[in-house]
């Protein structure tokens, strides 16, 4: 298959929805002959923060010279970014080489007579054969949906990561911190620790699970903590107190390229798995720690950009918890800006709750849909919303009239929906392109009617 039909294969998939449960992908793995267990695997699931958390593991195992794999979801332009290898995206002639793989394993599954595949378990089995055949050090592998019954949950890891645990995906994951605590908890692998900032109801569900497999559990506020931050406008200084396998609570000093509360709390999670991956491979250091953190980059997580002195900031927040550390963020960041605030949200999310966190009676909202079946209406949302508002065809319209409205005072926020990120992304790119060829033309002009210098 090229590119092109190895993506239409897997939307044709994608047609039979989300279907949680292991059978298949254990079938599908067992054809491939268990590329899984070729390579070390670090596990990452929780309701927010789990990309940045893999983002940041990812950086640091790097700047230990290590060759590591990266699974995520969802991309934000093309699929390549959800299969990252060796410092970049899987390349479109590999990802159509281990689809044209995966598919021949899945064609085989199917005239055994078992289901075929959904589109995330072909994804995820081109994941894991990829990293086979790149002979990685590390797979750094974040969960689709939940836990429990995620294709992911195959892995054997040597640490297991849940970040924390919101109200989020309650059709499939359960309509109680409860049962979406439970569900996360199903990571929790025999004798394997585990690292969480999950906190009250969550946290007893997962002691209780760890227990149970006698999995030693480090938790934030015990074995890990924020001791001090400061903020900057691109990051923060963290200092990080977490327990050495061997040792009482221990200081580090670090760099964290994102800013907000909630990503210092990430970035000590980060911190917290790999100590414990140290303990087990002395390739990796504290030296690596620090710097690898300091250079981890993730694209859509309150990343901000500057047209002609407008801030623009574009945040993957999409649910309550999410909202609520975007708000956070937003009141450190511009604390007395104006929002002109491109918004799509999901027909599957808790809109208003999102809306009420981030959106004050001043701001105005540029309202347009994700592409994906599951948007809201804009005509839908916009009967949500009692500032001032305007329905726009595009993500990239939405942005055009916002920063052209936007003065002094004002800043531009993407928020709502990580399927509305990839197009504001390109906008962008195209924005500063604009914007580079307009200072380099504005130069040459201004050398050209520079007086000759006549001095001898």
Same mark, same amino acid.
């Given at each position: 298959?090229?590119?092109?039909?190895?993506?239409a294969?897997?939307?044709?998939?994608?047609?039979?929805?989300?279907?949680?449960?292991?059978?298949?992908?254990?079938?599908?793995?067992? +054809?491939l002959? &268990?590329?899984?267990?070729?390579? +070390?695997?670090?596990?990452?699931?929780?309701?927010?923060? $789990?990309?940045?958390?893999?983002?940041?593991?990812?950086?640091?195992?790097? !700047?230990?010279?290590?060759?590591?794999?990266?699974?995520?979801?969802? &991309?934000?332009?093309?699929y390549?970014?959800?299969?990252?290898?060796?410092?970049?995206?899987?390349?479109?002639?590999?990802?159509?080489?281990?689809? @044209?793989?995966?598919?021949?394993?899945?064609?085989a599954?199917q005239?055994?007579?078992?289901?075929?595949p959904?589109?995330?378990e072909?994804?995820?089995?081109?994941?894991?054969? &990829?990293?086979?055949?790149? &002979?990685?050090?590390?797979?750094? %592998?974040e969960?689709?949906?939940?836990?429990?019954?995620?294709?992911?949950?195959?892995?054997?890891?040597?640490?297991?990561?849940?970040? !924390?645990v919101?109200?989020?995906?309650?059709?499939?994951?359960?309509?109680?911190?409860?049962?979406?605590?439970?569900? $996360?908890?199903?990571?929790?692998?025999?004798?394997?620790?585990?690292?969480?900032?999950?906190?009250?109801?969550?946290?007893?569900?997962?002691k209780?699970?760890?227990?149970?497999?006698?999995?030693r559990?480090?938790?934030?506020?015990?074995?890990f903590?924020?001791?001090? +931050?400061?903020?900057?406008?691109?990051?923060?200084?963290?200092?990080?107190?977490?327990? @050495?396998?061997?040792?009482?609570l221990?200081?580090?000093?670090?760099?964290?390229?994102?800013?907000?509360?909630?990503?210092?709390v !990430?970035?000590?999670?980060?911190?917290?798995?790999?100590?414990?991956?140290?303990?087990?491979?002395?390739?990796?250091?504290? !030296?690596?720690?620090?710097?690898?953190?300091?250079?981890?980059?993730w694209?859509? +997580?309150?990343?901000?950009?500057?047209?002609?002195?407008?801030?623009?900031?574009?945040?993957?927040?999409?649910?309550?918890?999410?909202?609520?550390?975007?708000?956070?963020?937003?009141?450190?960041?511009?604390?007395?800006?104006?929002?002109?605030?491109?918004?799509?949200?999901?027909?599957d *999310?808790?809109?208003?709750? %999102?809306?009420?966190?981030?959106?004050?009676?001043d701001?105005?909202?540029?309202?347009?849909e994700?592409?994906?079946?599951?948007?809201?209406?804009?005509?839908?949302?916009?009967?949500?919303?009692?500032?001032e508002? *305007?329905?726009?065809?595009?993500?990239?319209?939405?942005?055009?009239?916002?920063?052209?409205e936007?003065?002094?005072?004002?800043?531009?926020?993407?928020?709502?929906?990580?399927?509305?990120?990839?197009?504001?992304?390109?906008?962008?790119?195209?924005?500063?392109?604009?914007?580079?060829?307009?200072?380099?033309?504005?130069?040459?002009?201004?050398?050209?009617?520079?007086?000759?210098?006549?001095? $001898?």
């Amino acid at each position: 298959m090229t590119y092109e039909e190895s993506i239409a294969y897997l939307e044709a998939a994608a047609s039979f929805g989300i279907k949680p449960g292991m059978e298949r992908i254990e079938a599908l793995l067992d +054809r491939l002959d &268990h590329p899984e267990r070729a390579y +070390r695997v670090i596990h990452v699931t929780g309701t927010n923060g $789990k990309g940045s958390v893999c983002a940041m593991i990812t950086s640091v195992l790097e !700047n230990a010279m290590l060759k590591v794999g990266r699974y995520s979801s969802p &991309h934000l332009i093309d699929y390549t970014e959800r299969i990252y290898c060796g410092g970049r995206d899987i390349s479109r002639d590999d990802f159509a080489r281990a689809a @044209d793989v995966v598919r021949a394993a899945a064609e085989a599954m199917q005239a055994d007579g078992l289901e075929a595949p959904t589109e995330f378990e072909l994804l995820t089995a081109m994941a894991f054969w &990829h990293f086979r055949e790149q &002979h990685v050090d590390y797979a750094v %592998v974040e969960v689709g949906l939940g836990g429990l019954l995620d294709s992911t949950n195959v892995v054997e890891p040597v640490v297991s990561v849940i970040t !924390n645990v919101a109200m989020d995906h309650m059709a499939y994951l359960g309509d109680t911190l409860e049962k979406i605590a439970h569900q $996360k908890a199903g990571i929790i692998k025999e004798g394997i620790p585990v690292v969480t900032a999950a906190q009250h109801i969550p946290l007893k569900t997962i002691k209780k699970e760890a227990h149970e497999k006698k999995s030693r559990l480090y938790f934030y506020g015990r074995d890990f903590e924020i001791d001090s +931050r400061s903020k900057y406008q691109h990051g923060q200084i963290v200092v990080v107190r977490r327990k @050495d396998v061997a040792k009482d609570l221990e200081k580090g000093l670090l760099f964290v390229p994102f800013v907000g509360p909630h990503q210092a709390v !990430n970035a000590a999670v980060a911190a917290m798995a790999l100590t414990i991956v140290m303990k087990q491979d002395d390739r990796i250091n504290e !030296n690596d720690l620090r710097e690898g953190l300091a250079r981890t980059r993730w694209m859509g +997580r309150f990343e901000i950009h500057d047209v002609r002195g407008i801030p623009v900031v574009f945040d993957g927040a999409h649910n309550p918890a999410g909202a609520e550390a975007l708000s956070e963020s937003l009141a450190e960041q511009y604390p007395d800006k104006r929002r002109l605030i491109v918004f799509a949200s999901l027909q599957d *999310k808790d809109t208003d709750e %999102v809306i009420s966190l981030l959106v004050r009676k001043d701001d105005k909202v540029f309202l347009t849909e994700a592409p994906t079946p599951r948007a809201r209406k804009t005509s839908e949302l916009a009967g949500m919303f009692t500032c001032e508002k *305007k329905e726009e065809p595009s993500v990239s319209q939405a942005l055009s009239d916002a920063v052209a409205e936007a003065k002094d005072g004002d800043m531009v926020l993407v928020c709502g929906s990580l399927y509305i990120l990839g197009e504001a992304l390109t906008w962008m790119e195209q924005k500063e392109a604009e914007l580079r060829d307009e200072a380099a033309q504005a130069a040459a002009e201004t050398k050209a009617e520079a007086p000759a210098d006549e001095t $001898k």
